[in-house]
């Protein structure tokens, strides 16, 4: 540490002692019939100047020794600024370590997703392997190709989930034709395991995106389909109540399992279905959700074993309940 520079930062103590030496003098001056010879005034500023050099030497020594341990377990601050710009420091610290931790969990994440991808789209891409050496029946070629075409879908929405900001708009959406036209895209596996469809949707207008919206009524059909066995139904109807507007779909499948229910929406989580039934990237629902939650609407699902799941897509009309849920409130609740 300079010591010229130690002493402009302490010029304020040494001004306030030259001044309160200047003040004591002048007071033993201006006192009447005090004589003050000039050995004496010597002698006095002589030992001032030393108790002072005395002074400023310690805090010299100490500034240098908090310099030199700054960072360290052992460092002690100096003045109540320095303690708090420590604490600064130290919550700063805390705070980058949170953001790094949270930046490798989201690269071990997305890691995991990709390799899971990559497993999963290999499946139809070996069937079409092996039907290029047998008579290819049309049906299945298209099945494994709506499948590629699923995944393939699936990882671009995922990429784009972070800057899901810059690739939205809200707009006026009429959720009838929406859900003819998800409908109709799952035309195909309605036919092949002969699942009948209830559609109980009228003239329904919701503030949405027109692209994100389809993309995940998409996810929920698809997913009840997965589920349902042959010859199964599928019932997917609109509601409407004063504090907001419902899409439900309802599937008689196989339900979900009361210890999963909770973790559906997380992300990679496949489940007790996920691990016996079939392969699966545990990306579906969570995609659903996190979108949902993006563009204001949630989305909630209950569930009985053997008997059905049902999702709902929850479109407030003036508020968003699951927001709310998340903000503190005044009695402490998030």
Not at 274 to 292: D, F, N, V, W
Not at 297 to 309: A, D, L, Q, W
Request: glycine content about 6%.
């Amino acid at each position: 540490m300079n010591v010229l520079r130690f002493l402009r930062y302490e010029r304020p103590y040494i001004l306030l002692c030259a001044a309160t030496f200047g003040l004591v003098m002048l007071i033993w001056y201006a006192e009447p019939g005090s004589r003050l010879r000039f050995e004496s005034l010597v002698y006095v500023v002589v030992l001032q100047s030393l108790l002072m050099a005395a002074f400023f030497g310690y805090r010299y020594y100490r500034s240098a020794q908090a310099v030199r341990t700054l960072g360290g377990e052992d460092g002690e601050p100096l003045s109540l600024e320095a303690e708090a710009c420590r604490d600064l420091v130290e919550e700063l610290e805390r705070g980058h370590i949170r953001a790094l931790n949270e930046v490798h969990a989201r690269q071990k994440e997305y890691y995991d997703f990709i390799v899971s991808w990559f497993h999963e789209v290999k499946t139809p891409i070996s069937v079409l392997r092996l039907m290029q050496q047998t008579e290819v029946e049309p049906r299945t070629l298209e099945e494994q190709l709506t499948r590629i075409e699923q995944y393939v879908d699936q990882a671009l929405y995922y990429a784009k989930l972070d800057d899901f900001n810059q690739d939205y708009e809200l707009v006026n959406c009429d959720l009838e034709p929406l859900v003819k036209e998800v409908v109709r895209g799952s035309a195909k596996a309605f036919i092949a395991k002969r699942i009948r469809l209830s559609l109980d949707v009228g003239p329904a207008i919701v503030q949405s995106d027109s692209k994100w919206l389809p993309y995940i009524l998409g996810q929920l059909l698809s997913n009840s389909l997965k589920y349902t066995p042959a010859n199964g139904e599928v019932r997917i109807a609109a509601e409407a109540d004063d504090k907001e507007k419902r899409l439900v779909i309802r599937d008689s499948g196989i339900g979900i399992e009361p210890r999963d229910l909770p973790r559906i929406f997380n992300r990679g989580f496949t489940g007790t279905n996920g691990r016996i039934h079939m392969k699966s990237t545990g990306m579906g629902l969570y995609l659903a959700q996190e979108l949902s939650k993006k563009l204001g609407h949630y989305i909630t699902c209950v569930s009985e074993p053997g008997r059905f799941t049902e999702m709902t897509v929850h479109f407030p009309r003036s508020h968003d309940p699951y927001r709310e849920m998340l903000q503190p409130s005044s009695a402490g609740v998030e």
